[in-house]
């Protein structure tokens, strides 16, 4: 299963990122457009999405409610990555926003947040969804309470980092 599931409409941006966190230690694929992100998380949930928010197809918005809506995927933590800041009507659908251009540290930083590096301490050595563990009770890290020990807000765009 990999770790991160990286989805960007720019295909050199797509295949730095995903370079840099290979790099880093983490297992990535890429999809073109939340399309092809949500058939390939359905298919295999990732540990966290990393999405831009306009692309063809399937932007942003639309991937994060689809994610959001489905059972087995409401539970992944999801980082808008985009030069756009997004706005969508209602709770934010997402954990996480970065503004491009983005430093590498300050991404590198923010993904480590919400997803550990194969061979980290405390990365899973087996999926307990797919292992069909009924105890299992998946992390609920969405929505402004619970952001990596941020304050309580309501405020949609607390989490943006520029």
């Not at 399309?35 to 831009?52: F, K, N, Q, S, W």
């Not at 919400?114 to 009770?137: I, M, N, S, T």
């Not at 304050?151 to 520029?162: D, I, K, R, T, Y």
Request: charged share 20%; glycine share 8%; aromatic share 4%.
């Amino acid at each position: 299963m990999p770790s991160i599931l990286l989805v960007d409409d720019h295909p050199e941006l797509l295949d730095a990122y995903c370079l840099m966190l290979t790099d880093e230690g983490y297992d990535v694929c890429g999809s073109h457009n939340g399309v092809e992100a949500l058939d390939h998380a359905l298919r295999e949930p990732p540990g966290l999405i990393i999405t831009d928010w306009m692309m063809p197809l399937m932007g942003g918005a639309e991937l994060c409610r689809q994610i959001r809506a489905h059972p087995a995927l409401a539970h992944i933590p999801i980082l808008v990555h985009t030069a756009t800041p997004p706005s969508s009507p209602g709770p934010a659908q997402w954990d996480d926003c970065l503004i491009k251009p983005v430093p590498a540290p300050l991404l590198l930083a923010t993904v480590k947040r919400w997803c550990l590096p194969r061979g980290a301490a405390g990365y899973p050595e087996r999926d307990p969804v797919r292992a069909g563990d009924a105890g299992f009770q998946p992390p609920d890290n969405r929505g402004p309470a619970r952001r990596g020990g941020l304050a309580e807000s309501s405020h949609p765009l607390e989490n943006f980092h520029q």
